[in-house]
């Protein structure tokens, strides 16, 4: 059975990009008081380097651990160094993520989702979001948060709400932030008519109901595609936070989330918190 715990995970890259993560998660540890555990994911030695060269793997390991922790001394106040806990592990790095969700003890993993060698790429990065058993906190090197006072719930006809209002209401009473639930509409659709308005209204009352501050946009589009508008919109208004609820599609499809949510995800420079299906919707500490 998984337990849960207040803590994080990240996925602890090499060089520079290990740093941006660094940086995001200690804004993450100060804001939300969570203990951080960084993972650094190695390649698995062959059999033959394993069996012969065991001295040579072990080395590489300690190094990469030595690594992790003088880069922690750079960044981290020294007051907060004993917050984060350092892993070395071999293997795959989207299944040993996978394996450790499952395994419990983290609200959420923070994984760079534009980053280089020691990273996930496009595609993994859309099995880690549909496939992982805690929620995913993608963010991007070009663009890291340290304030989050507006919250953008993009919200698709095709997807529930239970889970994204829930993590949503969470941190918005963390940071005290003001939530805006946006939805692209067909232009010859009539607005009040629209299951985006009625799930949109719905998600407002509930939100107001919790003293959240709350607003809806709707835009309507005649051409472009649903993505690109709410992308447009993101943009303009460029909040500190994205909360996605991904749904899945058939299991014959690779991604396993839908265009909708994989265009968001990889399009959107902020951080961008993805819930899906399988996930527990109430993060630890959540009071309703």
């Not at 304030?147 to 005290?176: C, M, N, R």
Request: aromatic share 10%; net charge positive.
């Amino acid at each position: 059975m998984r337990y849960r715990s207040n803590n994080i995970m990240a996925l602890f890259p090499s060089g520079e990009e290990g740093i941006s993560v660094l940086k995001q998660a200690l804004f993450f540890h100060q804001s939300l008081g969570m203990k951080v555990f960084l993972y650094r994911i190695l390649n698995k030695p062959s059999l033959y380097k394993e069996f012969f060269y065991a001295g040579k793997v072990k080395q590489e390991r300690a190094k990469a651990l030595e690594n992790m922790r003088n880069t922690a001394k750079q960044i981290v106040p020294k007051d907060l160094l004993e917050q984060f806990t350092y892993r070395v592990k071999h293997g795959n790095k989207l299944q040993t993520l996978l394996r450790q969700s499952k395994r419990g003890g983290y609200e959420f993993l923070i994984v760079l989702k534009d980053g280089t060698k020691d990273c996930l790429d496009y595609y993994e990065i859309n099995k880690l979001i549909s496939r992982s058993d805690i929620p995913i906190m993608n963010i991007s090197k070009e663009h890291m948060s340290n304030e989050i006072k507006h919250i953008v719930i993009p919200v698709d006809v095709s997807q529930t709400t239970k889970k994204k209002l829930l993590w949503a209401s969470y941190f918005a009473k963390k940071y005290g932030a003001k939530i805006t639930i946006v939805s692209a509409l067909n232009y010859n659709i009539d607005l009040k008519q629209s299951l985006a308005w009625r799930n949109s209204e719905k998600l407002k009352h509930m939100l107001s109901q919790r003293e959240i501050d709350c607003e809806v946009v709707i835009i309507k589009e005649k051409v472009r595609e649903k993505h690109e508008v709410i992308l447009d919109y993101i943009k303009q208004v460029n909040p500190g936070l994205v909360i996605i609820r991904t749904h899945q599609e058939s299991a014959m499809k690779n991604t396993h989330i839908g265009n909708f949510v994989s265009n968001l995800v990889h399009g959107i420079k902020i951080p961008v918190f993805t819930v899906n299906q399988f996930q527990s919707p109430m993060p630890i500490d959540f009071e309703i």
